[in-house]
């Protein structure tokens, strides 16, 4: 029964999703894969195996299925095969003895074609620590440099964005002075007809790269329901440029293995970061500037590098009173340096010679590892098993690291992405969750 209603959720994800996740949407093929225990979680030292099948047009086909086994985003360990009879095998994958990951890669021949697949389980995940240390001047270092930006006072742009309004909503497109010389863009949404002090504000930073704000609208229902919600990029660049301009303008921020995300990282004041660090805070200087700010509630919001930066932005500002993160990005980076550790996006252990001492004491200072241990506010964190972009290892490591108020969502078959589901249960955490 436990199959049957995993092939279901399966079937559902691709019809209602229709995007290239862990099944393709309109595939041909299709590979059900079960650990024997339905958490996807072992002790250490516990033998897992995992129950494969596959299928071609809806009919199980034999054949012979490779693996191999590595720990999370390293190279494998271990290689084998079976057969599988009748589309079913079993694969004997073995332990781990230390807390983390594995990651069993499956791919099998079939009329000529490869298919291939992948799943991760866990062992002791609770256990898992973080690699980074906290500098013994983190806060400090913070401290001064908010200081040093709250000498110059808010100063922004506001302007209608006719295209983003609703009967429900006004939204305008912000330009916002940030930190010294960088600036930010934003869409901002305040529910029409909004009372003075009547709603609480979210902050919503962006996932990595260089691109326009996606799909502004998307999360409408927050301001619909009387959220005031900025959506935000972080580079400085006007989200109405065209993709020509912004492909080219990526192209040259990316020019680099990890692009803008190793800009300056010799050095703790020119690392590209600092400035978007400090601009997550004066972000929140403009939200409870504004006079619909309910005067409690301020929460942030994001997946990847916008989650990453959501934990740093409560960590930051004690204004925070909700955090809402999926799978965080830029945890436990310098990790990799310790043989057999697994690091976080961007994965610097990519680029050889990064990783320098040097280098790795400023990310000490950026790492979300040593943010999530002065986040006060409560919690909500959602993640996966099967993400090679933000690995769980890194996940639970911020989790194990956060010592407030807590709770997670733990969906095992996702890999880098959330469904509108997950997206919408935010939005019921947070309004669950509001101070009165």
């Known amino acids: 029964m436990k199959k049957v209603l995993l092939v279901l959720t399966i079937l559902l994800t691709c019809l209602t999703n229709g995007g290239a996740e862990n099944y393709p949407y309109r595939s041909d093929y299709l590979f059900v894969t079960v650990p024997d225990h339905d958490n996807w979680l072992y002790k250490t030292g516990e033998k897992a195996k995992i129950s494969v099948e596959f299928y071609k047009y809806g009919i199980p086909r034999s054949g012979k299925l490779r693996y191999t086994i590595a720990n999370d985003m390293l190279s494998p360990d271990t290689s084998g095969s079976i057969e599988l009879k009748n ?10 003895t230390t807390p983390g990951f594995r990651d069993i890669n499956m791919s099998i021949d079939i009329d ?11 062992f ?8 980074t240390k906290e500098p013994a001047d983190f806060r400090k270092f913070w401290d001064d440099a908010i200081a040093d930006m709250h000498r110059k006072p808010l100063k ?3 302007e209608l964005a006719k295209e983003y309004c609703t009967d429900k909503i006004d939204c305008w497109l912000i330009k916002l002075n940030t930190y010294k010389s960088y600036s930010m863009y934003g869409y901002l949404f305040i529910p029409k007809n909004a009372q003075a002090k009547g709603c609480p504000a979210v902050l919503c930073p962006p996932g990595a790269g260089v691109k326009t704000i996606k799909e502004p609208l998307r999360h409408k229902y927050y301001a619909e329901n009387g959220f005031i919600r900025l959506e935000i990029e972080i580079h400085g660049l006007d989200p109405r440029l065209s993709q020509d301009d912004f492909n080219d303008i990526s192209r040259a921020f990316n020019s680099s293995g990890t692009g803008y995300l190793e800009d300056g990282i010799d050095n703790r004041d020119r690392y590209y970061m600092k400035h978007v660090y400090m601009g997550l805070v004066r972000c929140l200087d403009l ?15 994001g997946g990847s590098q916008g989650g ?3 934990i740093v ?3 930051l500002d004690k204004r925070v009173t909700q955090c809402i993160v999926n799978h965080p990005a830029l945890s436990d980076m310098a990790a ?14 990519k680029t050889k010679g990064l990783l320098t001492p040097n280098n790795i004491n400023t990310l000490a200072y950026f790492d979300v590892v040593n943010f999530a241990r002065h986040v006060a506010c409560p919690v909500y964190m959602t993640w996966g098993y099967n993400d090679i972009t933000c690995p769980p290892t890194t996940s639970y490591a911020v989790w194990n690291t956060l010592s407030c108020s807590k709770e997670s969502l733990i969906t095992p078959i996702n890999e880098h992405w959330t469904s509108d589901d997950t997206e919408y249960g935010h939005y019921v955490w947070l309004k669950s969750h509001l101070v009165k």
């Open 287 to 301: 939200l409870t500037s504004l006079p619909e700010w309910d005067g409690k509630n301020l929460a942030v919001q």
């Open 124 to 131: 002791s995940p609770e256990k898992i620590r973080p690699y």
């Open 308 to 310: 990453a930066l959501s």
């Open 336 to 349: 990799y340096v310790e043989k057999g550790r697994t690091g976080g996006y961007p994965h610097f252990d």
């Open 313 to 315: 932005a409560a960590a």
């Open 112 to 122: 000529g074609k490869t298919y291939e697949h992948h799943i991760k389980i866990g």
């Open 87 to 96: 589309g079913r095998g079993v694969i004997n994958a073995g332990t781990s």
């Open 156 to 158: 922004y742009t506001r």
